[in-house]
């Protein structure tokens, strides 16, 4: 038994629609053709935080121009966007590099699983792009006040961080800008739900990611 | 139309439970308590995520926010979920002239019926908590890419509700979902980035038959409305 099949974080698994109205299966047959006539640079795969980001200013001052695409869906899993990417929201593209946020949804899991998750998406892209770097963001802390899923998340950040040490292909980029205060609250200035975040919010992780972006696209030339 | 409330599960209060581990929700009504403390809106938003997000658009603070507007959405909430909280402090020591409802979209478990039950049901709490304030409720939107059972279910709630909503006075139905689904029955994600959702371009869609709306009634009421239009 290969470690993917102990794994369910690592197995890849589409979204059972159980609203009704086959919007994952629409999402990502429109990610597919969408990408048909694309020629991005960079990626972005991953979970409502990675959607959420194409909706604002934000996105179109500081990733079009990197001419980015942008594949996130609320709500995935690490399995989902495993799956995602298995049944072609790569089979047209190049980017040179791959942002991967996502892991934060995978209640259930234990962080050992999400970051075999998260590795093996790594892989994957590995597999399918063997010229590209993937950009791995921290999962952010999340809660009103300090709570397990915000130890889970750094627990996962921490594994993750080892397990990529040794691969030159990937790497771990912390976004959180201190959005914990001094006295462990989170602000909804910054996560307007505590796990979503604002504009304000975003303005803050976007530097980082695009500086980091930048020097990475600049190298590849 | 349910005989009784107690028969119609959608018209039921109840809190969310925190299953995340993270207790979002409560932390989310619980600052929303708080906010009622301080805060004089003369426009209350209440309902799920499709109020909720409106917030982080632009459009807010363009055309929202001077009409002393507070935001009480939250994601995912059910009917149940917010009468729950209107029941539980987010109607403290606030009188706003205008409360606008929207919610109904997440009531997966319900029927038509109950659904629009149970949006009755909030809209009766809020005359009766609130008598001098009117009441507008949104419409429920069209979803998913194309036609499908919960556009249908959707849409007969807006039905129900133009029927019910007449027997309270001081409350209206408001369609916004007009132009959203194309003659060949899709949604664009233009309008809707995951066919649920409103973008940017959706949310002022709706925001200007809304705003219009608010406007005529906020004029309307007696007492010089303190706010200003900058």
Not at chain 1, 106 to 134: F, Y
Not at chain 2, 191 to 211: E, N, V
């Amino acid at each position: 038994m290969s470690a993917e099949d102990s794994n369910p974080a690592a197995t890849p698994t589409p979204c059972v629609d159980t609203q009704g109205d086959g919007r994952w299966m629409s999402l990502h047959n429109h990610f597919v053709s969408n990408s048909k006539d694309k020629e991005p640079d960079v990626l972005f795969v991953g979970d409502s935080l990675v959607q959420l980001l194409h909706q604002f200013e934000v996105w179109r001052e500081l990733f079009s121009p990197l001419h980015a695409l942008n594949f996130g869906v609320g709500g995935d899993a690490t399995q989902h966007v495993l799956w995602r990417l298995s049944n072609g929201e790569l089979a047209h593209i190049s980017p040179k590099v791959v942002v991967l946020w996502v892991g934060t949804n995978n209640h259930g899991h234990t962080a050992e699983q999400t970051c075999g998750g998260i590795m093996a998406i790594v892989q994957l892209i590995k597999d399918k792009l063997p010229n590209a770097q993937t950009v791995i963001l921290g999962l952010l802390p999340r809660g009103k006040m300090p709570n397990p899923l915000r130890d889970r998340n750094a627990r996962v950040n921490k594994l993750v961080q080892e397990a990529v040490s040794s691969l030159p292909h990937a790497s771990l980029l912390n976004v959180d800008p201190g959005f914990v205060h001094s006295d462990g609250s989170i602000s909804h200035q910054d996560l307007y739900d505590y796990l979503h975040l604002t504009p304000q919010g975003y303005q803050a992780v976007c530097q980082t990611i695009h500086t980091h972006l930048k020097g990475l696209l600049e190298k590849t030339g | 139309m349910m005989s009784g409330d107690e028969m119609n599960p959608a018209a039921v209060a109840q809190a969310v439970v925190d299953v995340q581990g993270d207790d979002r929700w409560m932390s989310q009504h619980t600052r929303f308590v708080l906010e009622c403390k301080d805060a004089e809106p003369e426009v209350l938003f209440i309902g799920d995520s499709m109020v909720q997000l409106m917030q982080q658009y632009e459009v807010w603070r363009e055309l929202f926010s001077p009409l002393h507007a507070l935001n009480f959405g939250i994601g995912g909430d059910t009917t149940c979920n917010v009468l729950w909280r209107l029941q539980n402090g987010e109607l403290d020591n606030i009188w706003p002239k205008v409360a606008v409802v929207w919610v109904g979209t997440n009531n997966y478990e319900h029927s038509a019926e109950q659904v629009a039950g149970g949006i009755f049901a909030i809209a009766q709490l809020l005359t009766s908590r609130l008598p001098k304030t009117k009441v507008v409720v949104l419409g429920l939107l069209a979803r998913g890419e194309r036609p499908n059972p919960l556009r249908e279910k959707n849409a007969a709630v807006n039905g129900l509700l133009r029927s019910l909503l007449p027997q309270l006075g001081q409350a209206q139905f408001l369609d916004v979902g007009e132009g959203f689904v194309h003659s060949d029955g899709t949604i664009s994600t233009r309008d809707m980035f995951d066919f649920l959702h409103l973008t940017s371009a959706g949310y002022r869609a709706i925001a200007k038959p809304l705003s219009d709306l608010l406007l005529q009634i906020l004029e309307e009421t007696p007492e010089e409305r303190r706010a200003s239009l900058v």
